[in-house]
């Protein structure tokens, strides 16, 4: 879900709160990955959602993403899901 779906953007809730709901999870089942710490992780965390920071993507660099992980590559993703029970 995006902005084109519910007016809001993901920094505000309501995407990832629209996506929950047709999907049929709990915030707490689902880790969001984001590559961008205003918009993807500070809204899913709003919501009680896991989140992984992934720090190859768009806004790289030594900043604080306030993400419960962050990865370098997709590869460690698996590891998290595992540990997280989560999808």
């Known amino acids: 879900m995006a902005f084109e779906d519910t007016g809001k953007t993901k920094a505000e809730g309501l995407p990832f709160e629209k996506a929950l709901k ?3 999870f709990a ?4 880790l969001m990955v984001g590559d ?3 918009r993807d992780i500070q809204g899913a965390k709003s919501l009680g959602m ?3 920071f992934a720090r190859y993507g768009a806004k ?6 306030g993400a419960d992980y962050e990865i370098d590559d997709l590869g460690e ?3 998290i899901v595992k ?3 989560c999808l």
């Open 22 to 24: 047709e999907l049929g």
């Open 60 to 65: 790289k660099g030594g900043i604080d993403s």
């Open 36 to 38: 961008w710490p205003e």
């Open 83 to 85: 540990k997280e029970n």
């Open 50 to 52: 896991k989140t992984a």
């Open 27 to 30: 915030p707490s089942e689902v």
């Open 77 to 79: 993703l698996m590891q």
